[in-house]
């Protein structure tokens, strides 16, 4: 389980990077965040 929080930390960190360096809106963000929590989850199953 704390190998799929560090992936989802890393992650996050990684958009919220990008984002700041490229000015997209945070729905935006939000989405890809969301998209990328719901991949691990089904992949942990």
């Not at 990684?14 to 992949?43: D, I, M, R």
């Amino acid at each position: 389980m704390s190998q799929l929080r560090n992936a989802v930390t890393k992650r996050k960190e990684f958009l919220v990077n990008k984002l700041k360096k490229s000015g997209h809106n945070s729905n935006w963000l939000l989405k890809q965040t969301l998209t990328t929590l719901e991949n691990l989850w089904a992949n942990e199953k």
